[in-house]
């Protein structure tokens, strides 16, 4: 097998300019090229893309991704270090889960006390303005 880019982007489900970050970042290897200076893949790449695309859809960030194709190139390993990185990033998860429940439950609670008068006695523009009256105790991340 011996595909251009746009083929492998089309195969894999993965942008063509993520596929050239991806190799910028050492998560792809630098692809062979024509002499037309075209990037050519094979099925390896595709396997690897679909991996780090999936480990992406499960929010992996890219040096975890990285660590766990280093860790797959050796099947006869212990997974231990991979059940490490897969704990790490559920700790991560559930930590994100409890700050966007704090998030809803102050959201819900500015809307409910909205009086739907006049911005004047808005109870949601007063709570954005004055921190003091919002429960919510962390601000989450922007993202």
Not at 13 to 22: D, E, F
Not at 33 to 59: D, K, P
Not at 86 to 98: D, G, N, S
Request: charged fraction near 25%.
């Amino acid at each position: 097998m011996d595909i251009p880019i746009g083929e492998l982007s089309r195969q894999t489900g993965v942008k063509v300019p993520t596929i050239r970050y991806y190799e910028q970042v050492g998560l792809m290897p630098i692809p062979p090229r024509t002499s037309g200076w075209q990037r050519r893949y094979g099925a390896a790449e595709i396997a690897r893309l679909n991996f780090i695309r999936h480990s992406r859809e499960l929010g992996f960030e890219i040096e975890a991704i990285r660590e766990l194709l280093t860790m797959n190139a050796h099947p006869d390993r212990s997974c231990a270090d991979v059940d490490l990185i897969a704990r790490r990033h559920l700790t991560e998860v559930e930590r994100r889960i409890e700050r966007l429940t704090a998030l809803k439950a102050e959201l819900s609670r500015m809307i409910g006390e909205c009086g739907h008068g006049r911005i004047a006695e808005c109870r949601v523009i007063a709570v954005l303005s004055d921190h003091e009256q919002c429960s919510v105790g962390t601000h989450p991340p922007a993202s």
